[in-house]
């Protein structure tokens, strides 16, 4: 099963496109034990979403002991579930391919986001893991953003399919399409900025949407959903992480993260133009 299956199969089995970001800080953590946290979190919610999203930052902070925490934490995620590395990797040459064969075969994610910056042989590496999916970070959702990400690109590279002058990050989106011939890629887009993803759904109408955003950095919901999913109502993956995380801080933490993960799938659903079954 690729990735892309993977995840409309739990998507539609749970009726969700909420992606929960597993991003533990131990200083809001109401438990000193991540791996515990997150299996609490886990349990809570696995069937109220379409998948889990680690942030890699978070565990690697913590040295070894966070390591081994991802390490329990990917175990305790159901098999039905798809898990993205939230990693951001992008390099050259044999760094690409050690980073893309640490996240895909070592750590054994379903997916991964990836940085474009060093061009098509730097992505090239993850492309080769056909089954996975890759999120190539297009349009982040922080604030400074826009300092390389709106540059417009008077003279694009000419192996471009398309000539017009554009901001790098539509650059980005028409080399992903390029890049997407097994079907397997997808965009990075923040909800915090909503005519930009609206933009990038047109030009990638078949594409998956990891948009993050929502929440403490401000993105709403509803814009989120209207301007990242499909025709079908799919395809944008909506992402929150401390939101649902730290709902409580006490040893409800649990059931509140439950009661959010599930308050924000139904306002998805709501908004959301009724799917068709698979097949």
């Known amino acids: 099963m690729t990735f892309r299956e993977k995840l409309l199969a739990a998507a539609r089995a749970h009726r969700s496109w909420l992606c929960v970001g597993l991003d533990p800080d131990p200083a809001r953590m109401p438990l000193p034990d991540v791996a515990a946290f997150n299996r609490a979190i886990i349990e809570a919610t696995a069937e109220l979403v379409c998948a889990f999203k680690p942030n890699l930052a978070f565990y690697e ?3 070894l002991p966070g390591l081994r925490a991802l390490e329990q934490t990917l175990k305790a995620i159901p098999a039905g579930i798809p898990v993205i590395a939230d990693a951001k990797r992008g390099d050259v040459g044999p760094s690409a391919q050690a980073y893309a064969r640490a996240l895909f ?3 054994g994610f379903d997916a991964a986001t990836v940085n474009p910056y060093g061009g098509g042989d730097a ?3 993850f492309l080769t893991y056909s089954d996975k ?3 190539i970070w297009c349009r982040s959702s922080n604030p400074g953003a826009g300092d390389f990400q709106d540059l417009v690109l008077s003279e694009p590279n000419q192996r471009s399919r398309q000539a017009a ?3 790098l990050y539509v650059q980005v989106a028409r080399r992903a399409l390029e890049w997407n011939s097994g079907g397997h890629v997808g965009l990075v887009v923040g909800a915090t900025y909503t005519e930009q993803l609206r933009e990038l759904r ?3 109408p078949e594409m998956l949407f990891l948009v993050p955003g929502i929440g403490p950095q401000g993105g709403e919901v509803e814009a989120a959903v209207a301007a990242g999913s499909d025709a079908r109502g799919e ?3 909506i992402s929150a992480s401390r939101q649902v995380l730290y709902a409580a801080s006490g040893v409800d933490f649990a059931a509140a993260a439950r009661r959010e993960a599930g308050h924000l799938r139904d306002r998805i ?6 799917a068709p079954g698979p097949g």
Do not use: I
């Not at 659903?269 to 009724?274: D, M």
């Open 61 to 63: 902070a913590l040295g």
């Open 105 to 107: 075969e070592t750590w």
């Open 123 to 125: 992505v090239e590496p």
């Open 133 to 135: 999916g890759v999120f």
């Open 165 to 167: 002058p554009a901001p």
């Open 202 to 204: 047109q030009l990638c």
């Open 235 to 237: 395809l944008a993956l």
């Open 269 to 274: 659903n709501a908004l959301r133009e009724p």
